[in-house]
């Protein structure tokens, strides 16, 4: 019997492309359109970070976590943030594979009840009560921390970023939330990266020339700050 090639093929050519099919790199592009396109079209809840991307570095998604937002997610797109004496936390619960990231100015609102993602007591609630919905509990749960920086000339007698990393050090170690890694204080800015699926976070120390966004964040915070009683991971560089 003598075999004979597909209709439309010559011999030694590969048989033509099925109908409708794409080439590999024109489908992995179209769905990576296509995630970006359903995450632009959520509804945020209250708090919850909005601006999504693609981050052409990291060639990925990403969403970018602006001051008093977080973020919380069980795939593994980027979440993103800059930080100068604002702190970042990055929670993630091993065995649910969830992960998440908030962005908080000052550790309360001097002794008031807030509402707000900007004060750290409502920031970290906040994120923790969304991982939970997503499955996530406070047993499984680990903590990186990032931030807390002097980035500002002048404003260290004020200590925002230290006072920012007392209180989330002492609110994770009251909550029983391990503190696997964390890179804090100094006198450096951080441009943050976290992966919520995997738990993978990444951190760059950007030059303590201060972008103009930090310094308006810094004095943001300046002006709200009142007086307050006293109260194992890995970090990639990149």
């Not at 997610?73 to 908030?102: F, P």
Request: glycine share 10%; net charge positive.
């Amino acid at each position: 019997m003598i075999s004979t090639p597909p209709m439309g093929s010559r011999p030694g050519m590969p048989p033509p492309a099925a109908l409708g099919s794409k080439p590999p790199l024109q489908g992995a592009i179209g769905a990576r359109s296509d995630r970006l396109t359903r995450l632009k079209a959520r509804i945020p809840k209250p708090g919850e970070a909005s601006f999504f991307f693609y981050d052409a570095h990291f060639k990925a998604e990403a969403v970018k976590i602006l001051p008093g937002e977080y973020f919380v997610y069980d795939e593994d797109l980027l979440i993103m943030t800059t930080l100068g004496s604002c702190i970042a936390v990055c929670l993630w619960d091993r065995q649910a594979k969830v992960g998440g990231m908030n962005h908080f100015m000052l550790p309360d609102n001097g002794g008031g009840a807030s509402d707000s993602g900007r004060y750290g007591s409502f920031a970290m609630e906040l994120l923790i009560n969304e991982m939970m919905k997503m499955g996530a509990s406070r047993m499984t749960m680990e903590a990186k921390v990032f931030g807390g920086g002097a980035v500002i000339t002048g404003m260290n007698t004020i200590n925002v970023g230290e006072r920012n990393t007392t209180f989330v050090m002492d609110y994770l170690k009251t909550e029983r939330i391990p503190v696997v890694s964390k890179d804090v204080l100094d006198i450096y800015p951080r441009k943050v990266c976290f992966l919520p699926h995997s738990g993978k976070a990444m951190v760059k120390r950007l030059a303590p020339s201060n972008p103009e966004a930090i310094i308006q964040q810094e004095r943001i915070a300046a002006q709200k700050v009142t007086p307050v009683a006293s109260a194992g991971g890995s970090i990639d560089l990149f």
